[in-house]
Structures are given as structure tokens and as C-alpha cells.
């Protein structure tokens, strides 16, 4: 059973960077493909990025590539997203979630098995 615990979130300003952190405990980390997704008030959670168990290869929605980017260290079992020029339509809960052998391809919501608890990002204009 791995937990995930997001931190990270905060309010910035259109413009700004955050960085996410997706810290996981209680299973053999580098088995675990990791993705972010992300909730807007009165919206869908949509997928946001995803890194392969390997760490070798990432994909993005399309909303947010070129500007956001995950990475994983594996010594400290923890997987980041970093999120540059964000804007107001960034403004969500980002959560992590984890399955075991992950590949990057996994954008739906249901191919994941241990989620975190999320963290709040507010982006005002």
C-alpha cells in the first residue's frame, strides 16, 4: 500500500512559478508510475502529467506542456511538478497519483490505484 501526500500549492500571480511535491511512502517507489491531475471548482479532474515508472519518459495534457514539467527522485521517493507561467485557468487541486509499473500513456483517472489528498493552487490575474 503506498500513501501519497502533495505539498506545494499556494497563490501566485499569472506569470508565476510553484512547485509541487508528491511524496510517497510504504511501497517500493521505483515500481510506481506517478501522475498529476488537477480539479477546478464546477469541473471534471482532468489528467496534467504523467512520468513512467522507469523516469525515463513523461507526457503532458496539451493545456499545459511546454510549461509544466514532472521529474522523480528516487532517493528521497518523491515526484515533482514543476509549473512555470501559469494562469488563472491553472487554478485547481492538484493530486498525485501512483500505480505499480505506470507507464507515461496513463491519463485516465481509473488506471491509478493510490491517490494523494491534494493541494489547492490559486492563480489570480
Known amino acids: 500500500q503506498v500513501q501519497l501526500v502533495e505539498s506545494g500549492g499556494g497563490l501566485v500571480q499569472a506569470g508565476g512559478s510553484l512547485r509541487l511535491s508528491c511524496a510517497a511512502s510504504?511501497?517500493?517507489?521505483?515500481?510506481?508510475?506517478v501522475g498529476w491531475f488537477r480539479q477546478a471548482p464546477g469541473k471534471d479532474r482532468e489528467f496534467v502529467g504523467a512520468i513512467s515508472w522507469t523516469g525515463g519518459s513523461t507526457n503532458y495534457a496539451g493545456s499545459v506542456k511546454g510549461r509544466f514539467t514532472i521529474s522523480r527522485d528516487n532517493a528521497k521517493n518523491t515526484v515533482y511538478l514543476q509549473m512555470n507561467s501559469l494562469k488563472p485557468e491553472d487554478t485547481a487541486v492538484y493530486y498525485c497519483?501512483?500505480?505499480?509499473?505506470?507507464?507515461?500513456?496513463?491519463?485516465?483517472?481509473?488506471?491509478?490505484?493510490?491517490w494523494g489528498q491534494g493541494t489547492q493552487v490559486t492563480v489570480s490575474s
Open positions: 497519483a501512483a500505480v505499480r509499473y505506470g507507464s507515461r500513456w496513463y491519463v485516465h483517472q481509473y488506471e491509478y490505484d493510490f
Open positions: 510504504g511501497g517500493t517507489f521505483t515500481d510506481y508510475g
